[in-house]
């Protein structure tokens, strides 16, 4: 079956650019996406098709993909982008959608 | 943005069947949408369960399709979830989501709270 693989944990200090990754066989011809889950919350969509942010989700927040690697990157974290982050893509036949295992992001 | 509010019984005996509704607030659930169901546990993280279109469509994730069935009620603006012959293994937190198709794929755009379900005697 199709896996995404995402470090275990992050940590930066407020205000530093952190960046979570996420490695697939098939991201070169899927588009990666990006979940933010806080603790006791449900998950938030921060970033869709590589790139792309909903609207309502800060300007700090980007996402970039490129080969096998996307990546999310928190441009001067807050300490309130402290949580979970879960990257989800799709295999190349589009019939096994998986999350990745889930990064936690410590900012202190 | 739709609201969305899943409801059933917290507790489910092995090999029974679990049962979930989803409630849609503040969008009709024909409006051109898919509505999906994602559960969450501690062994498998998360884990994409299905999809149905208000039509009627359905997509299943393969390693549940013969145990999982999704269904519409338009005229509630609601949908469900049934998952056949549980075990311990299908205890996690069952999220019910607007999934969106962006063309070539689907990605789960507004989420419920979330609801537990335990598999238990």
């Known amino acids: 079956s199709y896996e995404l693989t995402q470090p275990p944990s992050v940590s930066v200090s407020p205000g530093q650019t952190a960046r979570i990754t996420c490695s697939g066989d098939?991201?070169?011809?899927?588009?990666a996406y990006w979940y933010q889950q806080k603790s006791g919350q449900a998950p938030v969509l921060v970033i869709y098709?590589?790139?792309k942010r909903p609207s309502g989700i800060p300007e700090r927040f980007s996402g970039s993909s490129s080969g096998t690697m996307a990546t999310l990157t928190i441009s001067g974290a807050q300490v309130e982008d402290e949580a979970d982050y879960y990257c989800?893509?799709?295999?190349?036949?589009?019939?096994?959608?998986?999350f990745g295992g889930g990064t936690k992001l410590t900012v202190l | 943005q739709v609201q969305l509010q899943e409801s059933g019984p917290g507790l489910v005996e092995p090999s029974g069947t679990l049962s979930l509704t989803c409630a849609v607030s503040?969008?009709?659930?024909?409006?051109?949408?898919?509505w999906g169901w994602v559960r969450q546990s501690p062994r498998k993280g998360l884990e994409w369960i299905g999809e149905?279109?208000?039509?009627?469509?359905?997509n299943y994730n393969p390693s549940l399709e013969s145990r999982v069935t999704i269904s519409i009620e338009t005229s509630k603006n609601q949908f469900s979830l049934s998952l056949r012959s549980v075990t311990a293994a299908d205890t996690a937190l069952y999220y019910c989501?607007?999934?969106?198709?962006?063309?070539?794929?689907?990605?789960?755009?507004?989420w419920g709270q979330g609801t537990l379900v335990t598999a238990s005697p």
């Open positions: 098709e590589d790139n």
């Open positions: 989501t607007r999934v969106r198709y962006g063309g070539s794929e689907f990605y789960f755009v507004d």
């Open positions: 503040g969008g009709s659930i024909s409006n051109n949408n898919w």
């Open positions: 149905i279109f208000y039509s009627g469509n359905t």
């Open positions: 989800y893509s799709t295999d190349s036949s589009g019939n096994h959608r998986v």
């Open positions: 098939s991201l070169p011809n899927k588009f």
